[in-house]
């Protein structure tokens, strides 16, 4: 087995709000990744007293906990759990009904001895490669396709018709993207949050199979020395226009 991963904030040392782990149990040849990629709040911090990191790491943690001690609950059970108990761990403190209270974008993935299954909330992307070498990507594209409508996003943030993230509402797994694969029918898996994913949805330079095959080859520090080369070479954001103009970027890479 191999897993590589790389982390990097979008601002030298700046904080980096997104959160990656891996857990290899003792028992059997399984495992569980987490990928979130944190929400930048806004100036009143959405009515929260903790930061971005802190909750990413609330809520990555139980996320990696749950989905290795309980193989009995499902990735959306797990997701909904790990929910709850970050917000019971500052619904005292802070106004959890703020839309804009600290939230996620959320891949996780777990495998067994039988399966890979996956589960995608917002605009984190989970590539799978398959027995074959061909490379799926497993997306939640509702910001894209609000986007394509000329729509503004934020206000449709855990909004119906809009697009949903993980906050302090266990209900919004259902919405999630999720599904479950025979293990002998993938080969290697890839998570991005959207700022490692940017040569492919923002600059367009890439493929979804071109960015997965740099990531086998190089590394996740290649494909995300690639998107920074990019955002150089723009740095005010005028040939490509985007919220930011660097972000936070995270990959991982595990072959099975």
Same mark, same amino acid.
């Given at each position: 087995m191999r897993i590589e991963t790389a982390t990097e904030p979008g601002a030298p040392g700046g904080a980096n709000e997104d959160f990656v782990s891996v857990a290899l149990p003792a028992?059997?040849?399984? !495992?569980?990744?987490? =990928?979130?990629?944190? %929400?930048?709040p806004p100036p009143d911090n959405g009515g929260c007293v903790h930061s971005?990191?802190?909750?990413?790491?609330?809520? !990555?943690?139980?996320? =990696?906990?749950?989905? %290795?001690?309980?193989?009995d609950l499902t990735l959306a059970d797990c997701l909904a759990a790990a929910i709850t108990r970050t917000a019971d761990a500052h619904r005292d403190t802070c106004d959890l009904f703020h839309p804009l209270t600290p939230q996620a974008t959320v891949v996780l993935v777990r495998w067994s001895d039988d399966a890979v299954d996956h589960l995608v909330l917002?605009?984190?992307?989970?590539?799978?490669?398959?027995?074959?070498?061909?490379?799926r990507p497993h997306l939640d594209d509702r910001i894209e396709r609000l986007r394509a409508a000329g729509l503004r996003v934020a206000p449709l943030r855990n909004r119906e018709g809009g697009f949903f993230t993980a906050a302090a509402d266990p209900s919004v797994v259902s919405r999630a993207i999720s599904g479950r694969t025979p293990r002998t029918a993938v080969r290697a898996f890839a998570a991005l949050t959207d700022g490692a994913a940017r040569s492919v949805e923002v600059f367009r330079s890439d493929e979804w199979a071109s960015a997965f095959a740099l990531l086998r080859k190089e590394g996740p520090d290649a494909l995300i020395s690639r998107v920074r080369g990019f955002e150089r070479a723009d740095p005010e954001g005028v040939a490509v226009p985007r919220g930011k103009v660097h972000d936070d970027a995270t990959a991982i890479f595990v072959e099975l």
């Open positions: 028992a059997g040849r399984g !495992g569980a990744v987490v =990928l979130l990629d944190g %929400v930048t971005v990191p802190w909750f990413t790491a609330h809520l !990555g943690g139980a996320l =990696l906990e749950l989905s %290795v001690s309980r193989p917002s605009d984190s992307a989970l590539l799978v490669e398959g027995a074959d070498g061909s490379v």
